[in-house]
């Protein structure tokens, strides 16, 4: 599946109507985020049931700030529309599996309890 680009119009979609959605943080000008860009987009093709969406900060500066982005490229992971992984930098290829993995091993409503939504 192609990678979505978010934007403010469509990121609380993305999010609410969508069981697992990765985001990558990033901007053009990052060295590190170009890196991880190939990758991103080869875990959304190995990856289909999951939506990839890339988040541009200095074009979403107010989805960026809303996160509270202060390093890029960040990783963040939401399953059922809650947010379950947080992680700035880039994550190695064969850890993009295993992070999906986890991801889906979780048990939400465990979750839900922890975070106080249940």
Do not use: Y
């Amino acid at each position: 599946m192609a990678v979505v680009e978010a934007t403010r119009e469509n990121i609380e979609a993305l999010v609410e109507d969508n069981d697992i959605v990765i985001f990558d943080f990033w901007a053009p000008w990052c060295g590190p985020c170009r890196t991880f860009a190939p990758i991103f987009e080869a875990a959304s093709e190995k990856f289909p049931d999951i939506i990839f969406s890339k988040v541009n900060t200095e074009q979403e500066r107010e989805i960026a700030a809303h996160f509270s982005i202060r390093s890029i490229p960040t990783i963040m992971v939401f399953r059922d529309a809650m947010l379950v992984f947080a992680q700035p930098g880039v994550i190695p290829e064969n850890a993009i599996g295993e992070l999906i993995d986890k991801v889906k091993e979780l048990d939400m409503e465990e979750v839900r309890k922890t975070k106080g939504k249940a």
